[in-house]
């Protein structure tokens, strides 16, 4: 009986065993795919930021899902996470581990790369995910939150051409205006700046230390957090100096000339050679009109339509006439002071800024697409990028003789700033227009533009005519100065005000000045480019 019993219970164990190993058969054999499979369209759809397809490959739907993966996105500001899989290891028959290893873009911080594992099991036949907040990061459990602890290096400095800080509180307001000021980050300039920033965080507000606000900043050295817990430190670097093309000693000598005059005025110093900008300054605080104001040029425009006349073959010689008054296409053209000249000089017509000479020319010898061609040559129409806001001048078609007519000494619907026709006045210096720049290492989106053969050597003959015997020739400008006035009608009614211009040049540096309701330009704003000069 003895032996019986063992035989009985030895067949009775090698049934059990052999059941075990068929069911193990049965379930490989009929469970769908492979956990490589679903590791790879889970990883893969972690790296599109597929949140949704992710879902899809889940055993269960797991709570908080969402909000884990908020803690790369959301809490570390991560703008990408690429997700390359690594070795699937089977746990058993319906188990298996999947490593990845993940590399996180954080915003203005860099890249973090981390390794971690997601859990697969079978669920009904298929391979899933086993998902659980540790798939997002090791050290996430639900309770634990990723965060970013940053500390920030020395700012960059803003300095003028020689190396000289002007981003201190002892620069005048006309600098301060350029430069901006320091301010601290609210929600709404983290979210444009991205989360290595913190609300109440030191960042520039306007001008350049806003524009340069990155570069300046430099990067901060950044510890990501889980918890309490340091899990990596990204070192950071140092800010950027910022270098300018202000020349102190021109803005100082810029800022005297218009510190008394009782209007708002406005000058602007450029150098011909390089477009660079030397000097901005306004007697008045807030709006920067030097850069940002539309007004009518005036005659100071004369200089656009001379160089497209002389282009055409007009000579400074040329005969031509200066009535008191003409009419194009209907609209009826006098001169400041209601003043006639008869026959005279293209030249001198220009020195004593004859309306009457320059419009019926202009319609007849230029047409609206060649005057809009020669303006847009010499910085209209152009957009601007010197390294803080400027608005470009306009100078839209003319759509009929009567206001081509009108266009040829500035008025209609043209508007400009001193920046840009100092640039003009740059142009005739130079021979080229080029774009102007307060920051000579910015890419510029313009290039130079040559001046037609021949018209930039005429241009300055009467140019120094206007200096000489013209319209600004008792303002007291100094030997060597070359320049037009400009008196620009504004407004409605019978009687109009006037904007006071002069642009110039001497020597290597060139300048607009408008004094904005200030009246005549050789007798107003001529004054103060005298006094500017005279300064340097």
């Known amino acids: 009986m003895p032996r019986g019993r063992t035989i009985a219970i030895t067949t009775a164990a090698t049934v059990l065993v052999a059941g075990a190993a068929a069911g193990g058969a049965y379930y490989v054999l009929h469970t769908r795919g492979t956990p490589q499979e679903t590791a790879q369209r889970f990883t893969s759809a972690w790296t599109r930021g597929d949140l949704t397809a992710m879902k899809a490959e889940l055993a269960t739907q797991a709570a908080g899902f969402e909000a884990a993966y908020a803690e790369l996105t959301k809490n570390l500001g991560a703008t990408a996470v690429a997700v390359t899989l690594g070795a699937v290891t089977p746990a058993g028959d319906d188990r298996a581990t999947a490593a990845y290893t993940a590399t996180a873009t954080l915003k203005d911080v860099g890249e973090w790369t981390y390794d971690g594992t997601i859990d697969l099991a079978v669920k009904d036949h298929y391979w899933k995910v086993s998902w659980a907040p540790r798939a997002v990061h090791p050290a996430l459990d639900g309770t634990v939150h990723l965060s970013l602890k940053t500390t920030w290096p020395r700012r960059g400095a803003v300095m003028d051409v020689n190396g000289d800080r002007i981003d201190g509180g002892d620069m005048g307001g006309s600098v301060q205006q350029l430069v901006g000021y320091l301010d601290k980050a609210t929600a709404k300039d983290v979210k444009a700046l991205g989360s290595a920033y913190k609300t109440g965080d030191a960042i520039g507000r306007g001008g350049l230390q806003e524009t340069f606000q990155k ?153 609206a697409q060649k005057l ?165």
Not at 488 to 515: N, P, Q
Request: aromatic fraction near 6%; proline fraction near 6%.
């Open 372 to 536: 809009y061609d020669i303006a847009s040559d010499l910085g209209f129409n152009q957009t601007l990028n010197i390294g803080v806001p400027a608005t470009k001048a306009s100078m839209p078609k003319a759509t009929s003789d009567a206001e081509l007519g009108a266009e040829s000494f500035g008025q209609a619907r043209i508007t400009a700033s001193p920046l840009v026709m100092a640039t003009v006045a740059a142009a005739v210096a130079d021979g080229a227009w080029r774009p102007p720049t307060l920051v000579p290492s910015i890419k510029q989106k313009t290039s130079p533009k040559d001046l037609p053969d021949g018209v930039a050597e005429q241009l300055r003959v009467m140019m120094r005519a206007v200096v000489s015997k013209g319209t600004a020739h008792s303002a007291g400008l100094p030997s060597g100065t070359a320049g037009k006035t400009g008196t620009a009608e504004f407004g409605t009614g019978e009687k109009l005000e006037s904007h006071a211009w002069f642009i110039g040049y001497r020597g290597d540096v060139a300048f607009a000045v408008v004094v904005e309701g200030g009246g005549g330009g050789g007798k107003v704003a001529a004054p103060v480019a005298a006094a500017f000069l005279r300064g340097l």
């Open 215 to 367: 570069s300046l900043a430099g990067t901060p050295t950044t510890e990501i957090l889980a918890g309490k817990k340091p899990l990596a430190t990204m070192k950071g670097s140092t800010g950027r100096d910022v270098r300018t093309s202000l020349d102190l000693n021109v803005q100082r000598a810029a800022a005297d000339a218009v510190r008394d005059i009782e209007k708002p005025t406005s000058l602007v110093a450029v150098r011909p050679s390089s477009g660079e900008v030397l000097a901005v300054v306004n007697n008045k605080g807030g709006f920067n009109r030097a850069l940002d104001g539309r007004y009518p040029p005036g005659s100071t425009f004369k200089t656009i339509t001379a160089a497209g006349l002389l282009a055409t073959g007009l000579t400074p010689s040329s005969q031509v006439t200066c009535p008191k008054t003409v009419s194009v296409g209907g609209l009826q053209i006098r001169n400041s002071d209601h003043e006639a000249f008869g026959a005279l000089s293209f030249l001198d017509s220009y020195a004593h800024s004859c309306n009457t000479t320059f419009a019926p020319l202009t319609a007849t010898k230029l047409s």
